[in-house]
C-alpha cells in the first residue's frame, strides 16, 4: 500500500516534534516546514532529520503565501497539520499584527492553497482553549462561547473560523482540534511549566537563587503533549471532518504547579505574603518571587476541558497524568 504523505507547518515545535515521531511510526512520509532562523531552530526534529529517509524538512514561512503553494505542489501531501504559530499569549500583546499575520492569516493563506491547488487534502488546524478565554462555565466544550483576551486568542478564533467555513463552503476535509495546555520535556522555555521546572532544578543545584514567576493563581489544564498529537491524527482519520475539544478535565494553578515540582525535588516550600509580595520560602530564604513583569495585560484565569465528545467520537483519552508529564520534564 502507497504510504500516506503529510506536511507539517510548524514542524520544529513541540508538537511538530512528537507529531513526525507518530506518523513515522504510522508509515507515512512526513514532510516538514522550518523557517530561516539565524540560529538553529531544528533539535527537536533533528534526530529524525538524520536517521529517518521518510522525513524530509523544507524552508517555508506561514506569511509567505508563494511558499505555501510551491510546497503543496511539490510535495502533494494527503494530510496538511497547520501548526505554526507565534504561540506565546503574552508575546501577542507586544507584537499583535505579526501574531494575527502568523496565527490568523497563516492559516487561511493554507486553507486557500487547498482550494486552488487540490480540495481533497485534508487539514488540521491548532486551535487552542484560548479562544474560550474568561468564561463562566466551569467545563469548557464544543458549544462554550469564545471570549478571548489576547491578539493570539483572537487569531485563533480567525482560524478556527476559517478553518469551519471552509469545511462549509468549499467540502474541504478541515478540522479544529481545540487542544487545551499540553507540556513535555520539549516544551518551550519561556511557558509556565517549563520556566518552573528549570527554574526549581536550578535553584535545588544551586545554579539559580530565585525564581520569579507572574500569575501565580492562574488555573490550568495541563496534559501531555504525546497524548495530544495522537488525538490530532485521529481527528484526521475521521470519514468527517469536525472539531473536537482535547484535554484532560483536570485543573491546577500555577502556585500548586510549582508545589508537586518542588515536592518531587524535595524543596519544601512554605508562602508569605500577598499579591506581588507574595514570595516561597526555603530553608529561610525566598526562592520565588512574583513580579509584574510577568503579568497580561488580560489574562485567562481558569481553563477546564471536557474532552466527552473525542472519547465518544474518535475514542481519545488523556494516558498521561500530571505525575507523569512533571517526572518526564524533571528527568529529560
Ligand atoms: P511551539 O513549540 O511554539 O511551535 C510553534 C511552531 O510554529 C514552531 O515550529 C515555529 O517555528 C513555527 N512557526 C512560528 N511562526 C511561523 C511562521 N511564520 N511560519 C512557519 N512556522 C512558524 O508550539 P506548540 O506548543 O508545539 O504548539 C503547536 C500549535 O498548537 C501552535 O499553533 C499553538 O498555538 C497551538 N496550541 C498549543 C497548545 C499547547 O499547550 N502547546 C495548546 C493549544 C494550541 P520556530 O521553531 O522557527 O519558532
Ligand atoms: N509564561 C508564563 N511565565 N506564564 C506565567 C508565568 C510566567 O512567569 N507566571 C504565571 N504565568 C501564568 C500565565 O499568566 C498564564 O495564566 C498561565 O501561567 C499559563 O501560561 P503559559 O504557560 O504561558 O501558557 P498559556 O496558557 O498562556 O498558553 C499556552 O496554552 C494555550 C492553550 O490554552 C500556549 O501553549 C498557547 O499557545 C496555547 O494555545
New binding site residues.
Given amino acids: 500500500m502507497k504510504s500516506k504523505v503529510a506536511l507539517i507547518f510548524g514542524v520544529t515545535g513541540q508538537d511538530g516534534s512528537y507529531l513526525s515521531e507518530l506518523l513515522l511510526k504510522n508509515k507515512y512520509k512526513v514532510h516538514g516546514v522550518k523557517r530561516r532562523s539565524s540560529l538553529i531552530n531544528t533539535k527537536r526534529v533533528d534526530h529524525l532529520f538524520y536517521d529517518n529517509k521518510n522525513f524530509h524538512l523544507h524552508y517555508g514561512d506561514v506569511t509567505d503565501t508563494l511558499s505555501i503553494i510551491n510546497l503543496i505542489k511539490k510535495i502533494k501531501p494527503d494530510e496538511i497539520y497547520n501548526l505554526a504559530?507565534q504561540?506565546?499569549?503574552?508575546v501577542s500583546f507586544e507584537i499583535p499584527l505579526y501574531t494575527a499575520d502568523v496565527d490568523a492569516l497563516g492559516s487561511l493563506r493554507i486553507l486557500e492553497a487547498i482550494k486552488l491547488i487540490d480540495k481533497k487534502i485534508k487539514y488540521y488546524q491548532a486551535s487552542?482553549?484560548?479562544m474560550f478565554g474568561n468564561t463562566d462555565k466551569k467545563i469548557q466544550d464544543e458549544k462554550t462561547k469564545f471570549n478571548p483576551q489576547s491578539v493570539y486568542g483572537i487569531s485563533k478564533v480567525f482560524s478556527f473560523y476559517a478553518t469551519k467555513n471552509y469545511r462549509d463552503a468549499h467540502d474541504i476535509f478541515a478540522c479544529n482540534g481545540i487542544l487545551?495546555?499540553h507540556e513535555s520535556s520539549r516544551r518551550g522555555e519561556?511557558?509556565?511549566?517549563k520556566?518552573i521546572v528549570d527554574g526549581l532544578k536550578k535553584i535545588k543545584s544551586g545554579k539559580s537563587k530565585k525564581l520569579v514567576?507572574?500569575?501565580?493563581y492562574?488555573i490550568?489544564d495541563w496534559g501531555h503533549a504525546k497524548d495530544f498529537v495522537y488525538a490530532m491524527w485521529k481527528i484526521m482519520q475521521m470519514k468527517k471532518s469536525d472539531d473536537y475539544v482535547i484535554s484532560t478535565n483536570k485543573q491546577i494553578s500555577?502556585k500548586k504547579f510549582v508545589e508537586l515540582v518542588a515536592k518531587k525535588l524535595d524543596i519544601d516550600i512554605k508562602w508569605r505574603g500577598k499579591g506581588l509580595n507574595e514570595k516561597g520560602y526555603y530553608k529561610g530564604r525566598p526562592i520565588i518571587e512574583v513580579s509584574k513583569k510577568?503579568f497580561?495585560p488580560t489574562?485567562?484565569n481558569y481553563?477546564r476541558g471536557s474532552y466527552k465528545k473525542a472519547k465518544k467520537l474518535i475514542g481519545w483519552k488523556p494516558k498521561l497524568d500530571i505525575n507523569y508529564l512533571i517526572d518526564e520534564m524533571l528527568n529529560n
Avoid: I
Fill in positions: 504559530a504561540s506565546h499569549v503574552k487552542s482553549s484560548e487545551f495546555n519561556t511557558f509556565v511549566t520556566k514567576l507572574g500569575n501565580l492562574s490550568r500555577v510577568y497580561r489574562d485567562v481553563l
